[in-house]
């Protein structure tokens, strides 16, 4: 089976799902992605993600941690699953791979 | 327990509305938290618009919708399965099998009606293909055309495909289009070596230039030069066997005819293929033919055929060649008639010539008995190919129904597939295995039937057709390549429907077929039945007019009349013949006549004039007769008297038929008038005096309307018809043939009786009744396949309603009314839809009739009353079967 492929935007979401370990769901992963990488995006976007990441296998969910402050309602709690660590180290390892291929100083300000 | 902010209540209601159910729980929770967030944050304005914003992102059609379905999400951990592996196609192919072999009845149902389908669609193909196939072996086919003559003379049509021997030359020598023009001439010739002799029907004279024109593969012998002189002869390889056995014939001579003609033999030439527009057995030089009479109009008997030169568009050349005739033609109408083309036009007459391509000869040229062998019809191919299409069409959708309708009796084992982890993509494999299977099957068991089938096949279409074709590997890839999609097809419907049962509902036996399906089936049933019942009233009209034909009252008698054929050959001792003949017990009266009626009597009209009214003409036919040919036909002599031996003044004397007499005008009594005869080299005109009329009888096919016929006293010669009397007839014929033997003429004894050749008349119209009685026979199958798949669908799709009927009192014969009543609606709708499609149908047909039976009301009647006969009685075996069903077995497994 060839490599899961991620977007970008998908690889943000699965790293603050691993990041919050355990903990992420909507609200704390939109909160995570404003203040990290602060993008401000539509929950809908986010929830569209979680889905599709799911779908991807690259993330469980289970329902749970109702508070009163959502009037009762559980959570959707997402962890990361092995093929999604895996995916996720790969990416790096393979963006690890490129910047070693770079010309030395190519990137460097004056250069360009 | 609620929080203390919340959000306004109709986005809240937006959300819940219309967002998927599945995960509303955990975004509105969400939704909530975020707003109370901003609220803290920013305000309550700046809230309810974030708010609104975002329950915007997860509405339809932004949002992505969550599956519930768990097999939906991938289990990464193991490698996903492909499904169509080797194990599994195994597994599919052995279940089919057991399957089929369990429902042995459905299954060789389905078979068979698949199979018949198929069987008829091959049959009607390898037909269609022989018939458009026709004249294509000639290599330059494309090129080769007919010059047929286009004309019409007093009102009538008297164009034909020949023209007078000298179009071919002037063709050839005038149009440099034209590589070549060629002639051919048909002609009978009694033929003898010193062993044996034959009377040769199907021989052409034929110019040398005939085997550059056309393909005739030369076995023995130089096609150039094999024709060039006169009185040689090139044979086919079966005539060369029939005169020299295995001997090698180039270089022998055949004697023809009465003069015993030496005739020298210049090659050999395979036997002409069945698909040519001619055919012959042996082609004589007619070198010695050319320029006895100069013109393109006289002695109208030569098929001219020319060979276009590579790229030239033959409209052109058409053009060309027309404008020749009109030169040609006209000026021989000029000397002729004293008419110039345009006064000739002006009469309401025309002449002209047109080009036929070669290969649309056989089926659209219109010339009937003027053709060298009878041609087709393009109309018959395409209703039969419409045949063939729904024919197959019906056979699939039958295979379908009753693949339905079996598939359903399986819903238990869906279930339990379904609850050992198979998916969806699984058990449409499984229905579509099987079915391909089945369809496979049919097809072999369809190529059976057809290689069964082919010798009757050809004895009723009169080819040789052969399996041949089938070889071909296009033909063949598109037979199974057609077969598996027919299979897939018809596996389609079942494997879709049935895998998407829900297991819990199937296990608990709830399966509710819709009854919308029901429309579409009702649908199907109706234009099967649209079909069976135009091909029934088909057949009974055919019946019927040909036994109208057979029955009609012809005008003479036909029974126990004997033909002796060829008597000329016995040159003057024909009347020698004759006396000795009639001398025999056997025998009450005998004549000699050119004329036989019915039959291939290829007269050609002649204008016959009134001495009083000179130019009117009427197209007449002419009999040349004796004595005793009135008696011995048992024509009635309504007016006048017969000819007489012992009045020489009878010479002169004609004998007209009641049409004649009617289209000549004479109103009073018309015996003693006079007609204008012919007028000889000196400008003197002979008159005959008319002495009797008989009264009308069919001297040709019922398809003809009679026509004006004069019968004139003497000249005649070619046939003694003999009325004998009933009995002892094979020793009457051998002294017949020791008499004719003692006379030891160039031709061998033949004879033929009346009553067979009236028969022959109408073979083609026996033939359509034949293949129509087929089909029909067919269609009626296959419907009532359909209709029995359809009702075994339902019976079983009603099981319980039938139970409870029954446990609630119900009788049988009401729950069998029930099941019958459903079908019969469908079948009412086709007879009212077909009856207008058939009359119609059948009217046109009649339209070639001369005298026809009319289509009456009864037709449909009984074709009706036929169908929903044949109908019910199919659908009784599945009701009465569901109706005796004990009510317990069907609801027991509530």
């Known amino acids: ?112 | 327990m609620k929080s203390p902010v919340q959000p306004p209540r109709w986005a809240r209601w937006l959300l819940i509305k219309l967002h998927p159910d599945n995960t509303l729980e955990e975004v509105t929770g969400d939704l909530d938290e975020l707003y109370t967030y901003w609220y803290n944050r920013s305000g309550k304005t700046q809230a309810t618009l974030r708010y609104l914003l975002n329950v915007v992102s997860v509405l339809p059609p932004f949002v992505r919708r969550r599956h519930t379905d768990k097999h939906y999400y991938r289990q990464p951990d193991y490698p996903a399965t492909f499904s169509l592996q080797f194990m599994m196609i195994q597994n599919y192919l052995k279940i089919a099998f057991r399957n089929l072999k369990r429902q042995k009845v459905s299954t060789s149902i389905n078979i068979v009606g698949l199979a018949i389908g198929l069987a008829t669609c091959i049959l009607i193909l390898l037909y269609v293909q022989d018939e458009l196939s026709y004249d294509r072996y000639n290599e330059k086919a494309d090129r080769i055309f007919r010059v047929a003559l286009n004309a019409r003379l007093n009102g009538e049509d008297v164009g034909g495909p020949m023209l007078g021997p000298n179009a071919a030359r002037d063709i050839q020598r005038e149009i440099p289009e034209i590589s070549k023009a060629t002639r051919i001439l048909r002609g009978g010739e009694f033929v003898s070596n010193e062993t044996s002799s034959f009377k040769e029907d199907n021989l052409l004279y034929a110019d040398s230039n005939f085997c550059e024109v056309f393909t005739i593969p030369f076995l023995k012998g130089n096609p150039k030069q094999a024709l060039t002189e006169p009185n040689t002869v090139v044979l086919t390889e079966e005539t060369a066997r029939k005169y020299f056995g295995n001997q090698d014939p180039v270089g022998k001579v055949l004697l023809f005819s009465r003069e015993k003609t030496p005739h020298r033999i210049t090659g050999v030439v395979r036997n002409v293929p069945t698909n040519a527009h001619f055919r012959f057995d042996m082609l004589v030089s007619s070198t010695d033919y050319d320029e006895q009479h100069i013109g393109w109009l006289y002695s109208i008997n030569f098929y001219t055929y020319v060979l276009l030169s590579e790229k030239y568009n033959y409209k052109q050349a058409e053009a060309k060649i027309a404008r020749l005739a009109e030169k040609q033609i006209g000026g021989e109408l000029e000397g002729f008639l004293h008419l110039t083309p345009k006064q000739f036009r002006e009469k309401g007459d025309d002449f002209g010539v047109f080009l036929q391509p070669l290969t649309d000869i056989h089926l659209y040229s219109t010339f009937g008995r003027n053709e060298l062998t009878p041609g087709g019809n393009i109309l018959y191919i395409y209703v039969l190919m419409a045949i063939a299409a729904f024919m197959l069409l019906i056979a699939c959708v039958n295979f379908m129904n009753l693949t339905t309708a079996t598939a359903v009796r399986r819903s238990r084992e869906i279930g339990v597939r379904k609850v050992l982890g198979s998916v969806k993509g699984q058990l449409r494999q499984q229905f579509l295995t099987e079915s391909v299977l089945l369809a496979i099957a049919a097809l072999i068991v369809g190529l059976m039937i057809v290689g069964l089938s082919l010798p009757f096949f050809n004895l009723l279409t009169g080819k040789t057709l052969t399996l041949g074709l089938l070889t071909n590997a296009f033909v063949a890839a598109g037979l199974v390549v057609g077969t598996v999609l027919v299979g897939l097809l018809a596996g389609s419907y079942p494997a879709f429907y049935l895998s998407s049962f829900k297991p819990v509902a199937v296990l608990k036996g709830r399966i509710t077929a819709g009854r919308g399906n029901f429309n579409l089936r009702s649908g199907l049933v109706a234009f099967q039945f649209f079909i069976t019942i135009s091909m029934i009233i088909a057949t009974v009209t055919a019946d019927r007019q040909l036994r109208y034909m057979q029955r009609q009252k012809i005008g003479f008698n036909r029974e126990q009349v004997l033909i002796i054929h060829n008597t000329q050959m016995l040159s003057k001792n024909e009347t020698l013949f004759r006396d000795k003949i009639i001398q025999s017990p056997q025998v009450i009266t005998g004549s000699i006549s050119g004329q036989v009626p019915i039959g291939n009597s290829a007269l050609d009209n002649t204008p016959i004039m009134s001495r009083e009214n000179p130019d009117k003409a009427v197209m007449s036919r002419f009999y040349k007769v004796d004595d005793e040919y009135i008696p011995t036909l048992g024509m009635q002599v309504v007016l006048g008297r017969n000819f007489s031996k012992n009045l020489s003044t009878d010479s002169s004397a004609v004998i007209l038929n009641e049409t004649a007499v009617r289209a000549l005008g004479w109103q009073q009594n018309p015996i003693g008038k006079e007609l204008i005869g012919h007028i000889d080299d000196n400008g003197v005109k002979t008159y005959y005096r008319v002495i009797g009329v008989v009264s009308d009888f069919h001297f040709e096919s019922l398809r003809q309307k009679i026509g004006p016929l004069a019968m004139f006293l003497g000249g005649n010669s070619g046939n003694i018809l003999v009325k004998t009397r009933p009995g002892e007839l094979p020793q009457f014929l051998a002294s017949l043939k020791q008499q004719w033997e003692s006379f030891s003429p160039a031709a061998p004894f033949s004879y033929s009786f009346l009553d067979d050749r009236f028969k022959q008349v109408y073979l083609g119209e026996q033939k359509i009744e034949q293949v129509l009685t087929l089909f029909s026979g067919l269609t009626i199958f296959i419907a009532c396949l359909g209709l029995f798949g359809l009702a075994t669908y339902t019976a079983e799709q009603r099981t319980k309603e039938i139970g409870v009927r029954k446990v609630l009192g119900a009788s049988a014969g009401s729950v069998v009314a029930l099941l019958s009543m459903d079908f019969l609606k469908p079948i009412l709708i086709a007879l009212v839809l077909a009856s207008p499609a058939a009359w119609w149908g059948m009217n046109q047909w009649l339209k070639e009739f001369a005298y026809k039976v009319t289509v009456d009301w009864w037709f449909f009647a009984l074709a009706g009353l036929l169908a929903i006969g044949i109908a019910l009685l199919t659908v009784s075996f599945q009701s009465i079967k569901a109706a005796l069903t004990n009510p317990i077995k069907s609801l027991r497994s509530e």
């Open chain 1, 1 to 112: 089976m060839q490599r899961t492929y991620l977007g970008e935007f998908e690889e943000m979401v699965l790293l603050m799902v691993a990041i919050l370990n355990g903990e992420g769901y909507g609200v704390t992963i939109s909160e995570a992605l404003a203040a990290h990488t602060g993008r401000i995006v539509a929950f809908g976007t986010v929830h569209n993600t979680l889905i599709r990441l799911e779908e991807k296998g690259v993330v469980t969910s289970e329902l749970g941690g109702a508070t009163a402050e959502r009037g009762g309602r559980r959570k959707r709690l997402f962890r990361i699953t092995a093929p999604g660590s895996r995916a996720l180290r790969e990416i790096q390892q393979l963006r690890q791979n490129l910047w070693l291929l770079l010309p030395p100083d190519m990137l460097q300000p004056g250069n360009l």
